[in-house]
């Protein structure tokens, strides 16, 4: 029970051979070209690409955990299909070698003075500021959670401590309701929560236990997926496999002694449906990091107020961001941080030179829908909803050759790639398809 005290924290995302690097717990004052806060994705990423522009002496990250997370692949984990050992790596051997690791977690962030505080009273002060901090879950906001954990029939892929719980659920599944939600909040990976949908379905077929079994769908969102052209494909596979998807549901409590999830509808304020379980997949809220909401750097709501073509803050030239923490109007994914950290690289290269930022960033995100064992809708688009598709096919339609490069090819790219500064920019994918063509 310890180990669930700690869901209402994100954690980071993330292998490669251990490189040299300094790392310290910090000392009284230290100062840097370029700090990075946060070592999820965005962070490593642009730390990697800050030392070959600045320097690895100029670069130094600001990050607590001593293991980084690749946390797309937790869907498979959550369905037997991948080991969670396979989704960490010591976030050593990913720090880019000479950049200096400090070993704390942000307290404080005070743009004015240019300084940061760590929870060990450090203050470290810098000339550029890149914010990859990822966002916050908040199982403590459903009633009953995180302390339901400790019950069986109930797990979460959106964290290393549930999802094993998720797959014990899943294997020990009889009869009855299996139950799967999405939050009334902005969610990392918008796809996840019914991608475990589609995986339970097929491994309750796969082993005779189908018939017995209700799929049902509750989500606070009012459409199954946000990009028509393929939310009309999701509709087809929901009708064909006899999933039950109620909208404008949202979970706000869990009484897990009695297997019983209490839900909200949204569109009838005051008016609530109990649903029994046989097994429940919670999908958290998730929220702005607590440090950029306390700051001067926060939007109304709370996330990092960033100009969404550049990447560069509305207030503070010399601060910018990255990833899930940012208030950019598109899907908060792997894929969006790939695309992000070349435009966010060009940026400050630009500023650097005391030259106007010339590269935008058109919002491009991607969302590889897991609806089998060995199929993947692969949804990419915009910040105006449309399509920016990689492949010369109709990626709305469920491919095998999908499912192959999100189980196996990404994972490899994401280590060897993206995290060295190696690989990114918009629609990475056709980098994929580029390197196939040769």
Request: net charge positive; aromatic share 8%.
């Given at each position: 029970?310890?180990?669930?005290?700690?869901?209402?924290?994100?954690?980071?995302?993330?292998?490669?051979?251990?490189?040299?690097?300094?790392?310290?717990?910090?000392?009284?004052?230290?100062?840097?070209?370029?700090?990075?806060?946060?070592?999820?994705?965005?962070?490593?990423?642009?730390?990697?690409?800050?030392?070959?522009?600045?320097?690895?002496?100029?670069?130094?990250?600001?990050?607590?955990?001593?293991?980084?997370?690749?946390?797309?692949?937790?869907?498979?984990?959550?369905?037997?299909?991948?080991?969670?050992?396979?989704?960490?790596?010591?976030?050593?051997?990913?720090?880019?070698?000479?950049?200096?690791?400090?070993?704390?977690?942000?307290?404080?962030?005070?743009?004015?003075?240019?300084?940061?505080?760590?929870?060990?009273?450090?203050?470290?002060?810098?000339?550029?500021?890149?914010?990859?901090?990822?966002?916050?879950?908040?199982?403590?906001?459903?009633?009953?959670?995180?302390?339901?954990?400790?019950?069986?029939?109930?797990?979460?892929?959106?964290?290393?401590?549930?999802?094993?719980?998720?797959?014990?659920?899943?294997?020990?599944?009889?009869?009855?309701?299996?139950?799967?939600?999405?939050?009334?909040?902005?969610?990392?990976?918008?796809?996840?929560?019914?991608?475990?949908?589609?995986?339970?379905?097929?491994?309750?077929?796969?082993?005779?236990?189908?018939?017995?079994?209700?799929?049902?769908?509750?989500?606070?969102?009012?459409?199954?997926?946000?990009?028509?052209?393929?939310?009309?494909?999701?509709?087809?596979?929901?009708?064909?496999?006899?999933?039950?998807?109620?909208?404008?549901?949202?979970?706000?409590?869990?009484?897990?002694?009695?297997?019983?999830?209490?839900?909200?509808?949204?569109?009838?304020?005051?008016?609530?449906?109990?649903?029994?379980?046989?097994?429940?997949?919670?999908?958290?809220?998730?929220?702005?990091?607590?440090?950029?909401?306390?700051?001067?750097?926060?939007?109304?709501?709370?996330?990092?107020?960033?100009?969404?073509?550049?990447?560069?803050?509305?207030?503070?030239?010399?601060?910018?961001?990255?990833?899930?923490?940012?208030?950019?109007?598109?899907?908060?994914?792997?894929?969006?941080?790939?695309?992000?950290?070349?435009?966010l690289s060009r940026t400050i290269s630009k500023i650097l030179k005391k030259e106007k930022p010339d590269k935008k960033y058109d919002g491009y995100t991607s969302c590889p829908l897991v609806t089998s064992y060995n199929t993947v809708?692969?949804?990419?688009?915009?910040?105006?909803?449309?399509?920016?598709?990689?492949?010369?096919?109709?990626?709305?339609?469920?491919?095998?050759?999908?499912?192959?490069?999100?189980?196996?090819?990404?994972?490899?790219?994401?280590?060897?790639?993206?995290?060295?500064?190696?690989?990114?920019?918009?629609?990475?994918?056709?980098?994929?398809?580029?390197?196939?063509?040769?």
């Open positions: 029970m310890a180990a669930l005290r700690h869901l209402k924290q994100c954690h980071p995302r993330g292998i490669a051979i251990s490189n040299f690097h300094t790392s310290s717990p910090a000392s009284a004052k230290q100062h840097y070209k370029m700090l990075v806060l946060g070592g999820g994705t965005g962070g490593i990423t642009m730390s990697s690409r800050m030392k070959r522009l600045v320097g690895a002496e100029n670069v130094a990250v600001v990050e607590p955990s001593e293991i980084h997370y690749y946390q797309p692949i937790w869907t498979l984990v959550g369905a037997g299909a991948k080991t969670v050992a396979s989704s960490g790596r010591p976030t050593a051997s990913l720090m880019p070698s000479g950049v200096k690791w400090v070993k704390s977690k942000v307290q404080e962030i005070n743009p004015e003075t240019n300084t940061v505080r760590t929870d060990d009273g450090t203050e470290i002060s810098y000339e550029y500021l890149i914010v990859a901090l990822g966002l916050e879950l908040h199982y403590e906001k459903i009633k009953g959670l995180p302390e339901g954990f400790g019950h069986p029939k109930i797990g979460s892929n959106y964290s290393v401590q549930t999802v094993e719980k998720t797959w014990k659920a899943l294997q020990d599944f009889k009869e009855g309701n299996a139950v799967f939600t999405f939050p009334n909040t902005p969610v990392k990976c918008a796809g996840a929560p019914q991608k475990i949908m589609y995986l339970s379905d097929a491994y309750l077929r796969k082993t005779g236990k189908r018939a017995k079994a209700n799929m049902i769908y509750n989500t606070s969102l009012p459409v199954l997926f946000g990009i028509k052209k393929y939310a009309d494909s999701l509709w087809e596979i929901v009708k064909k496999r006899d999933l039950q998807i109620n909208l404008r549901h949202n979970l706000i409590e869990v009484c897990a002694d009695k297997q019983e999830a209490v839900f909200e509808n949204l569109d009838k304020p005051g008016e609530t449906k109990v649903f029994e379980y046989e097994m429940l997949h919670v999908t958290p809220p998730m929220g702005p990091s607590s440090v950029i909401k306390g700051s001067p750097l926060a939007d109304e709501i709370g996330w990092l107020d960033l100009n969404k073509e550049t990447l560069q803050h509305t207030k503070y030239p010399n601060v910018f961001g990255i990833g899930d923490c940012t208030n950019l109007p598109t899907a908060k994914t792997g894929a969006a941080v790939a695309a992000q950290s070349a435009v809708i692969l949804a990419e688009f915009d910040y105006n909803g449309q399509p920016l598709e990689t492949f010369p096919f109709n990626q709305a339609k469920e491919r095998r050759l999908m499912y192959h490069m999100k189980a196996d090819v990404m994972p490899h790219l994401y280590w060897h790639g993206l995290l060295r500064g190696l690989w990114g920019g918009p629609g990475p994918y056709r980098k994929i398809l580029h390197l196939g063509m040769k």
